[in-house]
Each structure stands twice: as structure tokens, then as C-alpha cells.
């Protein structure tokens, strides 16, 4: 299942088609009774909207995907004022059109960014008439499979690069008119690039649609069922040491026990698609929360919506070591959700006024042909609604509609006036001030940055400001031992951070270098003497992800053999490991290290899966027991599928089975290869050696490569050891599955597969 996914044919038994914006308004239930959702826009002035953002002037830039599901070159972007400052936007400019389906936008130089695949666009209008005049390919590359699946997500990152989320389509990613060579694979991760310079590099996880940031510079990914995960350790850390692999770089945040369970107010889905109504199915648009128009308890919370069942759902990032813990708050309800099954859900922002902004793509259908019945393709009306579209914004009551705090950054603004909002409580301000210094102050970065503004009244705004005074050029070791005796730990994690980045770039021989040096064996006493801070605080994984960047390799290797032995927390061992070169520590952190392994269980005997199906074709005819299905799911599925709660991710998750039709899901359970999804295909590496391993790309980086099979563990492999890279043609789940199978059996396991609700998984 996939992020915008909805349900076919009669969806709901109360879907009367669309409503009104002032009735759907009515639909829409907040589970704070001290908060309130507003209309900000709606059509004709937009329609089909699935991502946007402000530029500094207020302005909302908002891409539509008009052509979705089928196109071709039918989205645009939409240029919105709030010409009164009430709130709503009155005035609608199409400012780019005849775009292949865009699906994400951010402001820059004038213009804004747009993922549009293959293309990363800079758009912008250089004659004032709302419409852009500049219309430039920036990368090229990005895959166009599924446009579900695309490169979407652009944030500004709190170190000046931008980020963006891969999708499912992967790629390989060029400036556009590079040739070919220029290309850099982004299969099966995310990615950054930046503007100041064009530099792209590839990251640690692929997120499917929407990434979050927080105040702390921290990156968040999610899936259609995993509503959030943590990029702990960045995988470039990872990549010093041959003996650690990438996939270990990721946490996934719900807690142990947790089944994703949600609490629509729309009916269940009446025909054509049983999908589980109530797990995790079709999550979009992760948004870390950084406003302050709803109040301290949502300051830095995880927002992302559930648009299958109309709602948004809420996580509680709490600390835990140095990742975190994503705890539900609301108790048999949603943040929000709505009784009007056109309300989807599918972005959201945090806006210049600090509220929770949502982009309801309000149509009726969301699904795509491509995961659906063949035979029912043809028949669905896959664009009725696309002229609708609503943008919403949620705040807390009484505080009244504000347009923000905009004048720091008018263009006659001064060094010092943009410095001054890095203090700001919203965080939108702070991203804001921090891209203007870099856009419009190049040439003397550092002039108005003194040190009183890092005495700021927030941790967040100091850590910005020392982001800011770091990417801009600064490089005073003097700065960073200030920052480093700073009440907040995220002020000293944010100064180890940038001594570790200091030293790997400083010369051996550099004065700064040294003091960089000092400055670590200053610090180190308060983690060797006090080991609970290694293991629960962020500082104390930036101290050792810090060190692995000392040139003395006495100094390095004692102070890391120390900790480690201190030290329980794996992400701490792995990130010694990273920065060492001795082997009992890459031990200590678990490193997935090449090793002999079993050949692929053999294919079943008999070739011709077309006898096998025809052969089981009957149980579709029979009416199947979900209790009985259940309990034969659970005895051959779980192992590697993943579904309420229970099981593993090595395969497809279940959820997303549903809705495929009985013969289709036939086919896929006992003739697996003859339909592959792109993320589940097998491939098989050939070795320098000679050795072949097969499995799937659990993760890939410059360095390392780590293959994942059910039934034994992750293999890591250095890239140097790689001969080539193939894929086998067939899928990872074996076939052979209807041994030992009755009709009947597979009657229930196909009913149960449908209707997971109907019984419980023993």
C-alpha cells in the first residue's frame, strides 16, 4: 500500500460526494477541544494539492498534482496571497504549469525548488507578474515509476543543504546536462544537495512520501506503515569503518508492542478493497511539528496523515538515549479526523504564523491503477474530483489568525535584523533567516554574527545561531568553547558536532585543528566520569562521532575504549566503531561483516507455475475462514512479512494486500516471480572472489553494501570486494508455498489476507 491510497468503487456508505468547504469543516473533529481548524483556501483558487511553503514575503507556494493519476504534464504550482492579513488567501496566481506531476516546493533565491520527476526544477519569475518566467532544470535522473513513489520532501536542513526523500523510484541523479558518467545512484536512499555549490550526495533510508527535521538538525523518515523513523547515526560516519554497514544508521521509533492501530470516524470501506481499517496503511506527509500557535505540547511533535482513513495522527518524539521513542498521546481517538470520506490528508507544514498547515487533497479517489485489479482499472473514474482541493490551518483558540512576523525580512532588511529572528520561537523564522543570510549576505558572512546572539533566550535559537556562524565560515575555536559550557546539551551536542567536522576537514598540521583537538580532551571527563551521559544524552553520541576525527590515534583509541566499555547503548558501540580501527570494538557494535553463507533455498521442482495456479484455482470459488487463514498466515508469513503489529519487513507489508483481487493475490502467493514490485526484487552480487550472495539492498553507500535474506542476517560487504550487481529476475519469496496446502486452505489464507480484521493472528 502506498501513501495517497483510498478505496475503489461505493467507498463509504455515507459518501454523498463532495462537500462544501463550510460542511467539510463541520466534518473535521480535533481531539484538543483547545484547538480549532480554519479554511485558508479551497477551489477554484487551488485544487488537487499535495505539498507547499512560504517564501519570505508571505507568499504560499503550493504544487498540485492535477495530472495525478494517469497525466501526462498536467501539475502546476500556485503562487497564493493573503492580501488583508486575515488568514486567508485571497489572491491565486498559476505560477508554473504543464510540470510532471510535482509534488514538493521550497523557496530559494528568488524562485523556489521543485521535485517534478526525472527533474529537480528552479522556477522563478523575474517580472513581477506572478508567473514564472525562469524555468530551469536543475537534476535530472530521479525514476518515474509509480507517481506515488517520486522523489518529494525538500526541506531545508538545520546545515544549510537541502534534503529530499527518494520515494520508491529511486534513479540516477545528474546536474542536468552532465552526461551520464556524472550520475550518482540513489537506489534505496534519500538524498541532499547544496544550492550554494551543486553538490549532491545520497543518505542512510529511503523515506516514501514526506521527511521531517527538528530543532536539532535530527532527520525523520516514514512509510506507508512505519509513521516514523530516526537517521541516529548520518551513514558517513558509518563509511570510516569497513566493519560497520549502513543499515544499522536507522531507528525505527514506535515503541516495542506498538501495532499502529488508528481511529477513523468514517465508515469502513464497503467494496472493492477490505484493507485493514484500523493499523497504519497508507501514511503521508511526515512533518515535524516546530510552530508555536498550538502550544508547548506540540512543539516538536510528528504529524503525519493516515489518508486511507481520513485522519491525522500525532507522535510524541520523547528522548530515549540518542534516538527517540514515538508515544501515541491520544487515547482512542486521532489529532484529527473527519466524518467526510473525501478528506485526505496527504502534507502538511508548519507556517511563518506557527500554526499546523494541511494540504487535503479532497477527491475521491487517491489510489493508483497500478494497485488495483487490472480487470478493474477501466472502470474506475480515476479523476473525478480533481477540481477540488482545500488547505487548512490549525491553531490553538483565542490566539486569533496572525500572518507572522515578516518585516526582518524585507529586502532592504539588515545582517542584523535576519540575525535577530534565528531567536524566533517558530521555527519556520529561524529556516527562513538562516537560507536569506546565505542568499543575500555572501560576501561577509560573519560581520554582524557576535557572540551575544548565541545568548539567545532559546536552546533552538542558539543552536541555530551556531549552525549558521559554522556554514557560513566560522571557525573560531573560541565560539565552539563557549557553545561547548552552554546550559543545554543541545547547544554543546550542536558544538561537538561541528568540532567533529572541523577536524575532518583541518589539515594535521593546523593550529585549529589542535585546538579542536583540546577542546575534546577537555570535555572528555564528563562523559568518561559520569556513563549515564553517554548512554542517554545526543551530546554524548556527537562527542564520540567527534573523536573518530582525532589524528592521535593514542588519544582516539583510548578515550573510545573507555566509553565502550561504559557503555550498553548500541548506537554509542556503533559509533565507536565507526571512529576506531580496532577490531574489538568494531566486535562490540555488531558489524555485519562478510561471511560464509547458505545458497537460496532451491526452487520448487516443478517448473510450471501456470499448472500449479490452475490447480488452485477452485479455492477462489470457496468462501474461506479468516480464523483458519489466520492461523496460516502466522505459521508461514510472519517470518517475513510484516502485518498488525506482528512479524518482519523483509517482505511487502500485508496491509498493502487487501486490496488485491483474490486471483490476484493467487498469483502473487504461488507465482511470485512473475510479478515483482521494484523493492522486492532479488539480486545477486558477484564477488572479487568469486562468491555470489543474493538478497535483497537493504542499504548501499560509497562504501559498503548490505544484502538482507529471510532466515539468517544482514550482509555487509565492502564496495571494493563487489565484482557486479545483478538482478536474478526473481522474487525473494520462494516458491512452493502450496505444500502441504489444501484447497481449502488457501480458501482461508485468502480470505484472511482480504479481511485481516476479521480474526485475530494467534
Not at 492535477?66 to 505560477?95: C, K, N, S, W
Not at 475521491?364 to 487490472?374: K, L, M, N, Y
Request: aromatic share 8%; hydrophobic share 35%.
Amino acid at each position: 500500500m502506498l501513501p495517497f491510497l483510498l478505496v475503489l468503487g461505493p467507498t463509504h456508505a455515507e459518501d454523498t460526494g463532495p462537500r462544501s468547504p463550510s460542511s467539510e469543516r463541520e466534518s473535521l473533529h480535533l481531539a484538543d477541544p483547545g484547538l480549532i481548524a480554519e479554511l485558508v483556501a479551497a477551489e477554484p483558487e487551488i485544487s488537487s494539492p499535495v505539498a507547499m511553503a512560504w517564501d519570505e514575503a508571505g507568499s504560499l507556494y503550493v504544487a498540485e498534482m492535477q495530472d495525478y493519476p494517469v497525466g501526462p504534464g498536467g501539475g502546476t504550482i500556485r503562487l497564493l496571497r493573503d492580501l488583508d492579513g486575515d488568514g486567508r488567501y485571497e489572491r491565486a496566481t498559476l505560477f508554473a504549469d504543464h510540470l510532471e506531476f510535482p509534488n514538493s516546493v521550497l523557496p530559494w533565491k528568488g524562485g523556489v525548488l521543485v521535485t517534478a520527476a526525472p527533474d529537480l526544477w528552479y522556477l522563478r519569475d523575474n517580472d513581477g507578474d506572478g508567473r514564472a518566467e525562469e524555468r530551469r532544470a536543475w537534476f535530472t535522473g530521479f525514476g518515474t515509476g509509480n507517481q506515488q513513489l517520486r522523489a518529494n520532501g525538500l526541506f531545508w536542513g538545520l546545515d544549510g543543504w537541502v534534503y529530499g526523500a527518494n520515494g520508491r523510484s529511486d534513479g540516477r541523479v545528474r546536474p542536468a546536462g552532465s552526461p551520464e558518467a556524472a550520475a550518482v545512484s540513489i537506489r534505496g536512499r534519500d538524498f541532499r544537495l547544496d544550492p550554494s555549490t551543486g553538490a549532491f550526495e545520497t543518505l542512510a533510508g529511503r523515506s516514501q512520501f514526506g521527511l521531517g527535521r527538528d530543532d536539532w538538525g535530527q532527520r525523520f523518515l516514514s512509510w506507508n506503515t512505519i509513521p516514523v523513523r530516526h537517521e541516529v547515526i548520518p551513514d558517513a560516519y558509518l563509511a570510516r569503518n569497513p566493519g560497520t554497514a549502513a543499515a544499522d544508521a536507522l531507528q525505527d521509533c514506535l515503541p516495542a508492542g506498538d501495532r499502529g492501530e488508528v481511529f477513523p470516524r468514517t465508515p469502513p470501506p464497503l467494496v472493492f478493497n477490505n484493507e485493514s481499517g484500523q493499523h497504519f496503511n497508507a501514511l503521508s506527509g511526515l512533518h515535524i511539528f516546530r510552530g508555536d500557535a498550538l502550544g508547548s505540547d506540540y512543539s516538536g511533535n510528528a504529524f503525519v496523515g493516515e489518508s486511507l482513513r481520513n485522519l491525522i495522527h500525532r507522535r510524541v518524539l520523547v528522548p530515549d538515549g540518542p534516538t527517540f521513542r514515538a508515544e501515541r498521546r491520544e487515547s482512542q481517538s486521532e489529532f484529527l479526523s473527519s466524518s467526510d470520506p473525501w478528506f485526505h490528508p496527504v502534507n502538511m507544514a508548519t507556517g511563518p504564523d506557527g500554526a499546523l498547515y494541511v494540504a487535503d487533497f479532497y477527491r475521491r479517489f487517491v489510489e493508483h491503477p497500478d494497485w488495483v485489479a487490472r480487470e478493474m482499472r477501466g472502470q474506475v473514474p480515476w479523476a473525478e474530483g480533481r477540481g477540488h482541493g482545500r488547505i487548512w490551518r490549525v491553531r490553538r483558540k483565542g490566539n486569533g489568525a496572525r500572518a507572522g512576523d515578516l518585516a526582518s525580512f524585507s529586502t532592504n532588511a539588515s545582517a542584523r535584523q535576519i540575525l535577530g529572528m534565528l531567536d524566533h520561537p517558530n521555527g519556520w523564522h529561524r529556516d527562513t533567516a538562516q537560507r536569506l543570510l546565505r542568499e543575500r549576505f555572501p560576501r561577509d558572512p560573519l560581520g554582524a554574527m557576535t557572540s551575544p546572539v548565541l545568548e539567545g533566550r532559546r536552546p533552538e535559537g542558539r543552536v541555530a545561531w551556531l549552525y549558521t556562524w559554522a556554514i557560513l565560515g566560522g571557525r573560531d575555536p573560541g565560539v565552539l568553547e563557549k557553545a561547548l559550557g552552554d546550559a543545554d546539551p543541545h547547544v554543546r551536542a550542536a558544538a561537538l558536532h561541528w568540532i567533529g567536522l572541523g577536524l575532518s576537514s583541518a589539515a594535521s598540521s593546523d593550529a585549529t585543528s589542535r585546538r579542536y583537538e583540546n577542546l575534546l580532551a577537555a570535555a572528555a571527563p564528563r562523559f568518561l566520569g559520569t556513563p549515564s551521559e553517554i548512554r542517554d544524552s545526543r551530546e554524548g553520541l556527537e562527542f564520540v562521532l567527534a573523536l573518530g576525527f582525532v589524528r592521535e590515534p593514542a588519544f582516539r583509541e583510548s578515550i573510545l575504549s573507555r566509553i565502550a566499555r561504559l557503555s550498553t547503548n548500541r548506537w554509542i558501540l556503533l559509533a565507536c566503531a565507526a571512529g576506531s580501527q580496532e577490531p574489538h570494538l568494531a566486535a562490540l557494535a555488531r558489524p555485519a561483516t562478510p561471511s560464509p553463507r547458505p545458497p537460496p533455498a532451491p526452487q520448487h521442482p516443478d517448473p510450471n507455475r501456470t499448472a500449479v495456479l490452475d490447480r488452485l484455482r477452485p479455492a477462489l470459488q470457496m468462501t474461506g475462514d479468516p480464523a483458519r487463514g489466520a492461523a496460516t498466515v502466522s505459521r508461514l508469513c510472519l517470518s517475513c512479512h510484516y502485518l498488525k503489529g506482528r512479524g518482519q519487513r523483509i517482505g511487502p507489508d500485508l496491509s498493502g494486500a487487501t486490496a488485491r483481487s483474490p486471483e490476484s493475490l493467487l498469483v502473487d502467493l504461488f507465482d511470485p516471480s512473475r510479478q515483482i514490485a521494484p523493492d522486492y526484487t532479488e539480486y545477486e552480487v558477484e564477488l572479487n572472489s568469486g562468491e555470489k550472495l543474493t538478497g535483497l539492498i537493504a542499504s548501499e553507500t560509497s562504501t559498503r553494501l548490505t544484502l538482507r535474506h529471510p532466515g539468517s542476517p544482514d550482509v555487509s560487504v565492502s564496495q571494493s570486494e563487489v565484482r557486479q550487481i545483478g538482478t536474478t529476475g526473481r522474487s525473494l519469496m520462494p516458491v512452493g508455498l502450496e505444500e502441504g496446502l489444501r484447497i481449502e486452505d488457501v480458501a482461508d489464507l485468502i480470505a484472511f489476507i482480504r479481511s485481516p480484521d476479521a480474526a485475530p493472528l494467534p
